[in-house]
């Protein structure tokens, strides 16, 4: 019984920590505005089919240079990639 109250236990703290993606601590007003980090994105080869601003980070789906498809979290204060699919 308390192996499988461990095992519940680790896989609630897995999901919890994939959950939500941490990108900066920064406030809001020391972000890119959207327009200016959709432009540098778009200036790196980027095509963005779909844009999202979930907590901290910036996500875009679309795709790359390559015109292989992409999902990527940002940093929101200087653009850079934190997380890619």
Known sequence: MKQLALTILLATISISA???KECT???KDKWMTEEAFKKKVEAEGYK???FKQPGTC???Y???KEGKKVEIY???VDGSIVKAK
């Open 18 to 20: 994939h959950a939500k």
């Open 74 to 76: 940002f940093n929101p």
């Open 25 to 27: 601590s920064e406030p």
């Open 48 to 50: 963005i089919s779909k």
């Open 62 to 64: 679309g795709t790359n």
């Open 58 to 60: 910036y996500e875009i």
